[in-house]
């Protein structure tokens, strides 16, 4: 059985730092692209950073890019997002999810507050 379980969400003042983990269950990640996407209170999914398959290469929604970084552990079978510079409008429930734009199976999420 397919199963994501987050964890790391908080609550950060602004300007902060966290790290978010994801470990998975029952498949490999690094046979995955693998997304983080992220919902506000009140909004659509929104889809924050990818990591590809094999080589492992990143790429990251313009919201985020520079403050925030995916990474994938192998040998833990974990996916990382280290956020940095937070913002209030970071406020969200972050999840991992399977694909390329986190259009497949995720996990139940971890939320982070951003306080201002």
């Known amino acids: 059985e397919v199963q994501l379980v987050e964890s790391g969400g908080d609550l950060v003042q602004s300007g902060g730092s966290l790290r978010l983990s994801c470990v998975a269950f029952?498949?490999?990640?690094?046979?995955?692209?693998m997304s983080w996407v992220r919902q506000a209170p009140g909004k659509g999914r929104e889809w924050v950073s990818g990591i590809n398959v094999g080589g492992g290469g990143t790429n990251y929604a313009d919201s985020v890019k520079g403050r925030f970084t995916m990474s994938r552990d192998n040998t833990k079978n974990t996916l990382y997002l280290q956020m940095k510079s937070l913002k209030p409008e970071d406020t969200a429930v972050y999840y991992c999810?399977?694909?390329?734009?986190?259009?497949?199976?995720r996990g139940p999420g971890t939320h982070v507050t951003v306080s201002s």
């Open positions: 029952g498949f490999t990640l690094s046979n995955y692209d």
């Open positions: 999810a399977i694909g390329s734009r986190g259009q497949g199976s």
